[in-house]
């Protein structure tokens, strides 16, 4: 069974700071991975969609990272801004048809 | 619309009453998900529907829920006999690819409390 796991829970940084957010997955045998921010009470935004055969995508400040073998992905924000306060949660792409989804890191940026 | 849209956006009801959920994906995408986002969790998939057929109901929690889209594009998730512990966000996603290639996009929810 596909488990994604996201960590730290919470990050709270400066304004100004670049920042990278973690996500584990234990099987590596993905379709994809897909990177998601949710403001409180709201839908999911999708930010990054990854394939299985790439490395990387790349969407203005962020970009993000997937190792496929070490069942790992990380998301690189540049240049933080309180704006980009939110949840942001990580997906893996599981059996074809669904999203498995990490619990989430609840990032917030202090100006 | 261009997004993903749910109705309605917030729903409570009592304890054993029957609810209806609806869904309008994208225009031309004909994959269909929904997802329950329980308080501090991330969303866990119950269904997903390619066309009309529902291609994967392997996380339905139980034979109380069940969904429809007759048509290919509007779906509906039903829940008979509520109970206190499907208070949860119900998410809709939509995909133009088959099979989980694409990226989903999200609807905002709709939030269920069961009193």
């Known amino acids: 069974k596909q488990e994604v796991t996201q960590i730290p829970a919470a990050l709270s940084v400066p304004e100004g700071e670049n920042l990278v957010l973690n996500c584990s997955f234990t099987d590596s045998a993905i379709y994809n991975l897909q990177w998601f921010r949710q403001d409180p009470g709201k839908g999911l935004t999708s930010l990054l969609l990854i394939q299985s055969s790439q490395r990387e995508q790349t969407s203005g400040r962020l970009n993000a990272s997937l190792d496929k073998s070490s069942g790992r992905s990380t998301l690189y924000i540049a240049a933080s801004q309180p704006g980009d306060s939110a949840t942001y949660l990580c997906?893996?792409?599981?059996?074809?048809?669904?999203?498995?989804f990490g619990q989430g890191t609840r990032l917030t940026i202090n100006p | 619309g261009a997004g993903v849209s749910q109705t309605p956006s917030n729903k409570v009801t009592e304890k054993g009453k029957y609810v209806e959920l609806r869904c309008d994906p994208i225009s031309g995408h004909t994959a269909l998900y929904w997802y329950r986002q329980s308080l501090g969790q991330g969303p866990e998939f119950l269904i997903y529907f390619q066309g009309t057929g529902a291609a994967d109901d392997s996380g339905l929690p139980n034979d109380r829920f069940f969904a429809v889209r007759p048509e290919g594009s509007v779906s509906t998730l039903k829940i008979q006999r509520t109970e206190r512990g499907d208070s949860a966000v119900y998410l809709c996603?939509?995909?133009?690819?088959?099979?989980?290639?694409?990226?989903?996009?999200f609807g905002p929810g709709t939030r269920l409390t069961v009193l």
């Open positions: 997906a893996v792409g599981a059996g074809a048809q669904k999203l498995v």
């Open positions: 996603a939509s995909s133009l690819l088959a099979g989980g290639l694409g990226e989903q996009f």
